[in-house]
């Protein structure tokens, strides 16, 4: 059985949640994503995803799905009035009561699915957090992995398309088409950046950027190929690829 979290009655989560429970949360963002994307991308693609993953293999992986973290570290665009962001500190404190929260529940596996990628650095640190604190075992994945952590990006995006770029523009117009206006759409792919050999997004040396470095408009790709059928293929090859990675997190020992 898998479902909703908080469909569950208080009485019923001691039966219903055991030791091989994956609880779901996903992590969102309220923040800019240029001229031709609203500010609900990233929440709304981390919960869409989500809910595709519970209606393919919820029942057989047993998976329960936390509302959406609609807020979380956005604050690469700060200089965008709007951007909605917490604090490193606060997401941190966030994500630690809601593993303090969870540790009374039988259930011991969490996996967070972020669908946004200034995220990652903090949510790899708590998984640790989660781990030595609360004793969950715990687990990040995501919609698709970020270019700036080992994920990819177009070709003609020199693979710098991290923001706004031609696939999650693709996705989200799958989504959610009537948010979407295309005609705004540029490119806006930092040339020079992707000439470097290590100081690159996806490159050996990291660096602190933030969303408007590159271009006023703070948007980081090139939108402007993005199509909704691209998109379905892109959204259904990530559920089918997560129930996979779930399934295979629903095995795993942490000790042999
Ligand atoms: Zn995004």
Not at 153 to 176: K, N, Q
Not at 222 to 246: I, M, Q, R, Y
Request: glycine letters at 10%; a negative charge; charged letters at 25%.
């Amino acid at each position: 059985m898998g479902g909703m979290y908080e469909d569950l009655k208080g009485p019923e989560i001691p039966s219903v949640l055991s030791e091989s429970s994956i609880i779901l949360l996903p992590v969102g963002a309220i923040e800019q994503h240029g001229p031709h994307l609203p500010m609900s991308v990233d929440r709304v693609i981390a919960e869409k995803t989500a809910e595709a993953i519970v209606a393919k293999c919820g029942d057989e992986l047993d998976i329960w799905l936390l509302p959406t973290l609609s807020i979380s570290k956005s604050n690469e665009h700060n200089w965008s009035g709007g951007t909605i962001s917490l604090r490193y500190e606060t997401l941190m404190a966030v994500l630690n009561d809601i593993g303090e929260s969870l540790s009374k529940t039988n259930a011991k596996k969490l996996v967070l699915l972020n669908g946004h990628g200034g995220n990652t650095t903090l949510l790899n640190t708590a998984l640790r957090e989660l781990r030595l604190n609360h004793l969950l075992e715990t687990f990040l994945i995501h919609p698709a992995l970020p270019p700036a952590y080992g994920g990819s990006s177009t070709e003609d995006e020199l693979g710098m398309g991290i923001h706004g770029g031609r696939d999650e523009t693709s996705v989200f117009m799958f989504l959610r088409p009537d948010l979407v206006d295309l005609g705004k759409a540029e490119r806006r792919v930092p040339e020079k950046l992707a000439e470097n050999k290590h100081v690159k997004f996806g490159g050996s040396v990291s660096f602190g950027w933030l969303s408007n470095d590159f271009h006023k408009d703070g948007y980081i790709g090139d939108p402007t190929g993005a199509s909704p059928e691209l998109g379905e293929k892109l959204f259904n090859a990530a559920v089918e690829s997560l129930c996979e990675a779930l399934s295979e997190i629903k095995s795993f020992k942490f000790k042999e």
